[in-house]
């Protein structure tokens, strides 16, 4: 089965046809072309597999066919059932149908009340000009002309194409809502997949920023003395190396202060070691306001001697000694 067969598969067939004439006469020759087979249809089938180029099927299947005999009871009845869901596939609408609206009127009317039918204009050509009719209903693949008298040949052709219209149109409607609903699939999968990349990244956002953090309180506590905020003996050596290499290249004097604690282990070992503790932070308190932003108080614990300094590198050695002595 080729694609275009297993597509058409997927749509509903609709043989469903109105006539739109006021002689019912009409409508009997109508039924005689397009409606269903009876024992007598091997001609029928044979027109088929000329027109269609297949062989003919062992049962015609016809059309299903409707009457109205006016333009309002037609435009009622096609209102009703597309409504209803069960559309006419094509209309045959004849232009005179006194006393009510004519064949031009009714089509406009038709028109705009299935989107989907497809309309045979049956005319002679003395009722109206082209031009006049395609002024009143524009110009559209919808609406086609038989001229009358019409032959048997153009009926049956004019019927088959509408209705493959029609199934077309269906099945490029059905194509259209997969398109949109794969569409609206995807979309929502963009956005699921969007929002999902937005938390990703927030959560990288928050992660790296507690990286950050750990990585400043790592770095705290490879280089601050933990019970009074000072720099440690590892930033301080650091620091020291900065200066005197500063100091070879721009020939900068700088000093370096060692303030030593006298009695410290004493107050350590005879009030304790919390009262020690406060000793510390209170010295590292009072230093802070006297150095400058440029310079570095730092805590220095000696091991060996078992003795603590405070360590301050100072351009100038005299004004520090000065501010010390003045506290």
Wanted: proline letters at 2%; aromatic letters at 6%.
């Amino acid at each position: 089965m080729s694609e275009a067969r297993r597509m058409l598969s997927l749509v509903e067939p609709n043989r469903r046809v109105l006539i739109v004439d006021d002689n019912r006469a009409i409508h009997d020759d109508f039924r005689k072309i397009l409606g269903r087979a009876t024992g007598s249809s091997d001609e029928l089938k044979a027109l088929d597999a000329e027109l269609f180029g297949t062989a003919p099927e062992s049962s015609y299947e016809g059309f299903l066919l409707d009457s109205a005999y006016q333009g309002e009871e037609a435009i009622e009845k096609v209102s009703r059932a597309h409504a209803e869901g069960r559309g006419y596939a094509l209309l045959f609408v004849d232009v005179r149908m006194p006393p009510g609206l004519d064949g031009i009127a009714t089509t406009v009317r038709l028109l705009r009340e299935d989107p989907d039918v497809g309309i045979v204009i049956c005319s002679a050509y003395s009722d109206h000009s082209w031009e006049e009719m395609t002024a009143a209903f524009g110009k559209t693949d919808r609406v086609l002309i038989l001229k009358k008298p019409f032959d048997t040949v153009e009926v049956r052709q004019l019927a088959h194409a509408l209705q493959r219209r029609w199934e077309l149109a269906q099945l490029a409607a059905v194509k259209v809502q997969d398109m949109t609903a794969l569409i609206d699939a995807q979309t929502a999968e963009l956005r699921a997949a969007n929002e999902a990349l937005k938390r990703e990244a927030a959560l990288r956002e928050e992660a790296l920023l507690r990286l950050g953090e750990s990585h400043e309180q790592i770095r705290a506590l490879a280089y601050q003395d933990g019970l009074t905020g000072l720099p440690n003996r590892r930033l301080f050596n650091e620091h020291l190396g900065k200066v005197l290499a500063r100091s070879r290249r721009k020939g900068a004097e700088f000093a370096v202060l060692f303030i030593d604690l006298d009695n410290f282990k004493l107050i350590n070992d005879t009030i304790g070691h919390q009262a020690a503790d406060e000793v510390l932070r209170q010295l590292a308190s009072s230093l802070n306001v006297l150095i400058r932003t440029d310079d570095m108080l730092g805590l220095y614990h000696d091991d060996d001697l078992d003795s603590s300094a405070t360590i301050s590198i100072e351009p100038v050695s005299d004004a520090v000694l000065s501010r010390l002595g003045g506290d």
